[in-house]
């Protein structure tokens, strides 16, 4: 296989397929979703290996509401237990954790579990993950403009925006990978995604393994990437 010389600085999953993953197994949908954390624990190791600086990870967005009151238990328990364990893959390996999106309507113990995480991993430099929960790419530009609003401005440029959104201390996003073959960007990282480089691999979620992030950063160093101008 080639050799990877360029990686993106800022990777963006929209993890999907974890459904399906288990319907075709007969399970229930949330055993994707707990198949679905190990595929971000891969992720997160082959980040670590391959020097990724930044990985966000569409978690739940602002239309998951929608979903069975169990379903989304579910994944509020599954996102509780892995960040709440002793030795999670944050603290273990140094990585730091961070979130995108409105955290009031999840429940207080979940919050405070990620308030926790957040603050003993914030010093970590290696790799950022950013989990995007109660994310919608729509919402976070319309809070971003309310906040200029409400800061007194009459008239935004582009750069205000972009210094407003969750996103303000990341750069934006280089490649976004959407898995199952869905090729959709629901609602994800909607302005900051204006020169992202796209992937819509055919692999479930919870299967996604180190193969396919190699075979993914293969993709993207082929990219030419030109951001409206000639190369
Ligand atoms: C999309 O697949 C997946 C989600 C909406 C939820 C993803 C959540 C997790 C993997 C758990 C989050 C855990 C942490 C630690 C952040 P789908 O259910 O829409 O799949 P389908 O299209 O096959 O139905």
């Known amino acids: 296989m080639a050799k990877i010389k360029k990686v993106p600085k800022h990777l963006a999953i929209i993890m999907d397929g974890n459904g399906r993953w288990a319907t075709r197994r007969g399970l229930p949908r949330t055993f994707g979703h707990k198949e679905g954390i190990k595929a971000i624990e891969r992720t997160i190791d ?41 030795d999670n893959i944050f603290l273990k390996k140094h990585v730091k954790l961070s979130s995108i999106g409105v955290l009031d309507p999840f429940p207080e113990d979940l919050k405070s579990a990620l308030i926790d995480i957040k603050e003993k991993t914030k010093d970590y430099d290696k790799l950022e993950i950013i989990f995007a929960l109660n994310y919608g790419g729509r919402d976070d530009i319309v809070r971003a403009v309310n906040k200029l609003i409400d800061n007194g401005y009459k008239k935004v440029e582009e750069g205000d925006i972009l210094s407003s959104l969750d996103t303000c201390s990341l750069p934006e996003p280089d490649f976004i990978v959407r898995t199952s073959g869905e090729n959709r960007i629901s609602n994800f990282l909607l302005f900051q995604m204006a020169y992202s480089e796209l992937y819509f691999p055919k692999v479930l979620w919870p299967d996604f393994n180190e193969r396919h992030f190699v075979k993914a950063l293969m993709v993207y160093q082929k990219r030419k990437r030109r951001f409206g101008g000639l190369s």
Do not use: P
């Open 46 to 86: 082959s980040c670590l290996k391959h020097g990724i600086k930044y990985c966000t990870f569409f978690a739940f967005s602002t239309e998951n509401w929608k979903r069975s009151k169990e379903e989304i238990e579910g994944i509020f328990d599954l996102i509780r237990t892995y960040i709440s364990k002793e």
